[in-house]
């Protein structure tokens, strides 16, 4: 039995006729590497593991797996909470240390609160520190990933009546799962907002097989609900190469058909990874009002008129700006500042 009757059901294959691919950008994936390390002394065992080739069966392959965090997981708790604590008691260190000051101008004046700004800066440099390990080693994968290979759906968690892959997670035929969108309860002040969700077809017999899927923050338009699982069905399909996307660059020659197209079209190796972060910036936002204003019904019923053509050359649609891809002239040391005030403030 479906539970799609809850929600406004997404039909693949009408999805897919749309031909409005457009991946988000990710540009502050290349980005945060340029900031000083500051306080951060374990990011050389990231750093180090980010380094080491991704082998082509690794759940790190984005060439073959695309993955989507639970939304609602409260193991984001556990990543997400020391950093709201960290901002709490840097702000109460704040309040502390003005009462103090203030005292300074009266007839008692008082002791400075080194008993409590002292450790919220310790709390915050262990976090920042132990974070990332915490997220990338220890914590359990909490998400659902698409196997553009095998053509499967698996969830990280238990399920019922489920197969295991080679990775040793419930999995299921794409064709037996099934994509929609509701209004959000969660909207945290930001009015109406939609969220996106997959399930199994017979949820019934394969309880567990259901997760929130995260889209962009808090959308107020369903259109990024409906772009998300237009992306995940153009991940799937073997008959194209991979979507040409900052993300994705560094593991295209893993994919046979995207590394093929590359070789025909002399696509350039690094071409994302050499173009400037400003530019990165402004070809995101292009593409995200492209994708708010997108008429994805009338793309469905009459893809001649509305639908876009897919951009399988962004090199030739939006060669580097070499005016904007300048070095930074920032002196290291405001740079660096403004990295230790960030991390004993909020441990990031």
Request: with cysteine; proline share 6%.
């Amino acid at each position: 039995m479906s539970i799609s009757y809850r929600f406004a059901k997404m039909n693949a294959r009408t999805i897919e006729a749309s031909q409005n691919f457009k991946r988000y950008i990710q540009a502050e994936l290349f980005d945060y590497l340029k900031d000083p390390k500051g306080f951060m002394f374990l990011r050389f065992i990231i750093e180090k593991d980010d380094k080491k080739p991704v082998k082509a069966k690794s759940l790190d392959n984005q060439a073959r797996y695309l993955g989507f965090q639970k939304a609602n997981d409260a193991m984001l708790a556990l990543t997400l909470g020391p950093i709201l604590m960290g901002a709490v008691l840097t702000f109460m260190s704040i309040i502390f240390f003005g009462v103090w000051f203030y005292s300074q101008f009266t007839s008692t004046p008082e002791d400075f609160p080194f008993w409590f700004v002292l450790p919220a800066i310790g709390f915050n440099l262990f976090f920042l520190n132990f974070g990332p390990i915490l997220a990338r080693y220890i914590l359990p994968r909490r998400e659902v990933y698409f196997d553009r290979i095998n053509q499967t759906v698996s969830f990280t968690w238990s399920v019922d009546n489920a197969q295991k892959n080679e990775h040793g997670h419930a999995t299921f035929p794409f064709s037996d799962i099934e994509a929609f969108y509701a209004k959000a309860n969660h909207s945290q002040g930001h009015g109406v907002t939609h969220a996106m969700y997959v399930a199994h077809k017979d949820y019934r017999n394969h309880r567990g097989a259901f997760s929130e899927i995260r889209v962009k923050d808090n959308p107020q338009n369903p259109n990024y609900c409906r772009y998300t699982w237009e992306r995940v069905v153009r991940f799937m399909d073997l008959s194209k190469p991979l979507v040409d996307s900052p993300e994705i660059e560094p593991f295209r020659h893993l994919d046979p058909a995207t590394r093929d197209f590359d070789k025909q079209n002399n696509r350039p190796e690094k071409y994302w990874r050499l173009m400037s972060y400003k530019q990165m910036q402004q070809i995101e936002e292009q593409l995200d009002n492209d994708i708010y204003r997108f008429n994805f019904d009338g793309a469905i019923t009459n893809p001649k008129r509305w639908a876009n053509e897919e951009i399988t050359k962004p090199w030739e649609k939006w060669p580097i700006d070499e005016n904007l891809n300048q070095p930074d002239t920032t002196p290291y040391w405001k740079r660096l500042t403004k990295t230790l005030l960030r991390q004993i403030a909020m441990g990031v």
